[in-house]
């Protein structure tokens, strides 16, 4: 087999580019896209290109019984992860399922159940893993150049009032704006952080605590500004800011700082030596804007197709978004909270 017929489920802003991106993909065979919303599901396959092979979907059901999909594409929103995750499962598909992998503990618990039960591969989109720049620092943690790693920060700081856009009322899903409703400012948005700190450290989670407010942007249900502090297996402390009402643009690098007792990795450069007496190599060249989502998908094909590990499986997956959900329960309820860690 040497192309792989793709579902996607969840056309919205991130599921058209996964649409797009797989109909590009000479080892896709797009052959379904599925929407509770007729009208993008054909917006969609207009502005695409696409031909009569992608049939359109309103059921995920009747996507799954009908189209033979050897692979499905969650791109739901947050809290709408984890049904079409475990049922492309147990009909058989390889499933990604966009980042973050799950918006509870309860959630993740159910993924992870569906995922140990089955064969097929998973993957969370935790897209920041291609970007070249995170995957030079990766190499750098990897290899020990860095020395011991001691302290990791990074944030998702972003203006994203315009998500309060009445437009962005879903009458399929409860006539809500799942943003204001859901969304969680450390597991939407510094998952993606986590992840890295994460993946550099080679370590995961078992202690956070923080603070919050709801000050810039309070029609968020959840605190718009949320900072963490975490405590990693290793020892190691990471530092992550969320927050969404912001004025300005977002700050370079995410604010990314990595420190090692040989090397120390912030605003683009790497500084490498004792105390003051460092060589400084820059590397903000291999930083690109926007996402990744060729290689992470031909990256999600290829582990299909050559039968290898996926970078980012469900309980790699899991134990990112499971640090974030906890923290937010932290700051909500001003308590440090242990995080469980998801095994395979
Ligand atoms: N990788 C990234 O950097 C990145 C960027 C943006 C968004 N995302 C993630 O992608 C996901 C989708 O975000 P979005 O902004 O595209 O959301 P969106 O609200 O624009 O689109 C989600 C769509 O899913 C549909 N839907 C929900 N449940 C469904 C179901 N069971 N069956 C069929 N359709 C269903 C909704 O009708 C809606 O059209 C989120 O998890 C988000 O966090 C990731």
């Known amino acids: 087999m040497d192309t792989l017929r793709v579902g996607v489920v969840g056309i919205g802003h991130n599921g058209t580019a996964h649409a797009h991106t797989h109909y590009l993909n000479p080892k896709s065979n797009l052959v379904g896209i599925c929407d509770f919303d007729q009208a993008k599901l054909e917006a969609c396959k207009a502005s695409g290109d696409f031909d009569d092979r992608v049939g359109l979907y309103t059921s995920l059901d009747e996507m799954l019984e009908q189209a033979d999909l050897d692979v499905l594409s969650v791109n739901t929103p947050d809290h709408l992860h984890a049904e079409p995750f475990v049922k492309g499962l147990q009909a058989g598909c390889h499933v990604l399922v966009e980042k973050p992998m799950g918006n509870t503990r309860e959630d993740l618990e159910r993924m992870t159940d569906a995922a140990r039960q089955s064969d097929r591969k998973t993957m969370v989109g935790q897209i920041l893993r291609f970007n070249p720049y995170n995957v030079e620092v990766h190499r750098l943690c990897s290899s020990g150049a860095l020395g011991d790693i001691f302290y990791l920060a990074a944030d998702y700081i972003h203006g994203l009032k315009v ?9 399929h899903i409860g006539n809500i704006n799942w943003y204001l409703e859901h969304e969680k400012v450390l597991v939407g948005g510094c998952s993606h952080q986590f992840d890295l700190l994460r993946w550099y450290s080679g370590s995961y989670a078992v202690e956070v605590t923080g603070f919050g407010n709801s000050i810039a942007f309070p029609a968020m249900q959840h605190p718009d500004c949320m900072c963490a502090v975490v405590k990693l297996a290793g020892g190691a402390t990471c530092k992550l800011t969320g927050a969404y009402g912001i004025v300005g643009p977002r700050p370079d690098f995410n604010n990314l700082e990595v420190y ?17 007496d460092v060589t400084v190599e820059d590397i903000s060249d291999k930083e690109i804007a926007g996402h990744p989502y060729e290689p992470e998908i031909e ?44 095994e395979r």
Do not use: W, Y
């Not at 899991?318 to 932290?330: F, G, P």
């Open 163 to 171: 998500q309060a856009d009445p437009s962005r009322i879903n009458p």
């Open 260 to 276: 090692g007792t040989r090397g120390t990795v912030r605003q683009g450069k790497v500084m490498l030596g004792e105390g003051h």
């Open 299 to 342: 990256h999600f094909l290829d582990c299909i197709l050559e039968d290898k590990p996926t970078l980012v499986d469900a309980f790699e997956g899991a134990n990112s978004a499971v640090a974030m959900i906890v923290a937010t329960e932290a700051i909500e309820t001003g308590q440090a909270l242990a995080v469980p860690h998801f």
